[in-house]
């Protein structure tokens, strides 16, 4: 089982509780405005690696993973290799190591039973689930990715369901997700699922833009500035991510 890797990090502490050795896959299908990986959008130039090999990898750092730790795949869209994630995942467990992927949930389809199939396998290797809201309105999804946020929704749904244990990270983009309208209807929906244990907001930030310097690449939102303390803080408590004190 080949797999199409980015890189590794060693040490990470914001992809999952404790400290974490993430994986990078490459290729993905969105085209997020404020994406600060584009140079995980195509597996061009990717390093292939065996299965046993990442995780031979992973298990380096086992030390690291005493803090409750473990390892994360992110991307890129790692679900796009769904195959080498549920075989890396499934060494990593025979192993007691914690498994975290960190995903947009857009290659899920509950109307196919062979993608269905391949999930509910994932399913049974996969502690924690990094899911990326990236907007809850359909028609702004698709003008920030590229793509319809349907099959995003509908397996925040499933792994509801399925009672998997989920984060839920959206990224706030002033002019674009940054919107009392719809960061309340973004909470309404997370209100409906029941296995959510924890909501990130990330602030938009400009340290990508380098890279599409590199590639070559027209950064799309050139001008675009990340929010305020008090923008943030403002949409913490619309999210219910901390509570209005004042």
């Known amino acids: 089982m080949i797999g199409k890797i980015h890189s590794f990090y060693a040490g990470g502490t914001v992809d999952g509780p404790g400290i974490r050795f993430v994986i990078f896959l490459k290729g993905c299908p969105l085209r997020c405005l404020y994406c600060h990986n584009p140079d995980t959008w195509t597996q061009d130039n990717a ?6 090999d990442v995780v031979k990898e992973a298990l380096k750092y086992k030390g690291y993973f005493k803090t409750g730790g473990g390892v994360t795949i992110s991307g890129g869209e790692p679900l796009m290799q769904i195959d080498f994630v549920i075989e890396v995942f499934k060494l990593l467990k025979e192993n007691d190591v914690h498994t ?57 749904n499933y792994l509801s369901d399925n009672n998997k244990k989920m984060w839920i990270r959206h990224v ?48 799309r939102l050139k001008g675009a500035n990340a929010p305020s303390k008090e923008e943030v803080k403002r949409a913490k408590i619309l999210l219910g991510v901390i509570k209005d004190v004042a």
């Open 172 to 219: 706030l983009v002033p002019g674009i997700t940054l919107n009392d309208e719809y960061l309340i209807k973004t909470k309404a929906f997370i209100d409906t699922l029941k296995s959510v244990e924890k909501i990130e907001v990330l602030p938009y930030h400009t340290m990508g833009i380098v890279k599409y310097e590199q590639l070559g690449i027209p950064y």
């Open 47 to 52: 390093l292939e690696y065996e299965a046993e």
């Open 100 to 156: 975290a992927l960190d995903t947009s949930g857009i290659y899920f389809d509950k109307n196919n039973p062979e993608i269905l199939k391949k999930f509910d396998e994932l399913n049974k290797y996969t502690d924690l689930f990094l899911l990326d809201i990236k907007h809850i309105d359909d028609n702004e999804h698709i003008k920030l990715t590229g793509k319809s946020n349907k099959n995003v929704l509908d397996f925040a």
